[in-house]
């Protein structure tokens, strides 16, 4: 931000010939310089340019100033930089380090700033899943989904011998009265109770829902999803599913070792009819 007093600069004493000088005329500063190194990081993958494709824009292209791609990175990095509020976007619309990491230094059109600000943004957060009559951004939610799973997959040169499905459910806190919301006895507060599942560091399901249900609930499906679409990659992968057990949630840590050539035909409800073992795979 630009510092808005600006004091002559103030002169010390010289240490070893050279000068030293206070001078408080910073121009415009950030504390997010952060964000060039996850541009870098971005245009490596092309996560924000993949995740994007996974929108679709029916807006008038002449009318057009904040193309979907800029909005998905927009919120992307706004969201990686902690300012998880679309109201930040008012004051990170001028950000000169957040243009910088998207590409837009000047504005599209006369009046406007170079990023988007809260209202625009607020599009993107409703977008529907497909197409809708009044709302010309939609998602497919498919191909978010597979989305995950193929950067996880592009990630390796080769396929490993065998790969360890970590699956965790765990509380997202809630400090209003938003629509869904449950009070969570064991961890004592209204919240969500959203699905993870992780391969190594790599995530690949993080599913939202309200925390009035069983914390195993939708596990099968989503596993069944990713297996399938691994060995679809990879068809002589090992893969095993580790279900850990968490405490106040009465689920037991087990392991489920997945034939590859059963994968082709698995359903969900063969899935959670496959024997478990208490094998432990780390």
């Not at 121009?27 to 092309?46: E, P």
């Not at 380090?97 to 059109?109: M, N, P, S, T």
């Not at 969500?192 to 609930?217: E, M, N, Q, T, W």
Request: charged share 20%; glycine share 10%.
């Amino acid at each position: 931000m630009p510092a808005e007093c600006r004091p002559p600069a103030m002169q010390f004493a010289r240490l070893d010939g050279r000068s030293v000088v206070a001078d408080f005329g910073g121009g415009v500063m950030t504390s997010d310089a952060g964000a060039l190194l996850l541009g870098a990081t971005d245009r490596a993958i092309g996560l924000v340019d993949r995740f994007a494709a996974c929108f679709s824009g029916g807006r008038a292209a002449g009318r057009v100033v904040h193309e979907v791609a800029t909005l998905v990175g927009q919120r992307v990095f706004g969201i990686a930089l902690g300012y998880e509020d679309l109201i930040d976007h008012d004051a990170l619309r001028h950000d000169p380090v957040l243009g910088v990491v998207l590409g837009r230094l000047e504005a599209g059109r006369a009046g406007c700033a170079p990023l988007a600000g809260k209202s625009t943004l607020n599009r993107l957060e409703h977008a529907p899943a497909g197409a809708h009559r009044y709302r010309r951004i939609g998602h497919e939610l498919d191909a978010i989904e597979t989305l995950f799973v193929d950067l996880f997959l592009d990630a390796h040169g080769q396929a490993p011998e065998r790969l360890i499905l970590d699956l965790d459910a765990t509380d997202d806190p809630l400090h209003g009265r938003q629509e869904g919301r449950f009070f969570h006895g064991y961890y004592d507060c209204y919240c969500y109770l959203p699905l993870y599942i992780f391969c190594g560091d790599h995530l690949l399901v993080a599913k939202l829902r309200r925390a009035d249900i069983d914390a195993s609930a939708g596990a099968t499906d989503e596993v069944a999803r990713i297996v399938a679409r691994i060995c679809a990659r990879w068809p002589a992968v090992d893969p095993l599913c580790a279900q850990g057990g968490e405490e106040g949630h009465g689920a037991p840590v087990a392991v489920t070792r997945i034939s590859p050539q059963a994968l082709a035909s698995f359903t969900s409800n063969q899935l959670e009819s496959h024997s478990l073992t208490n094998e432990n795979p780390y």
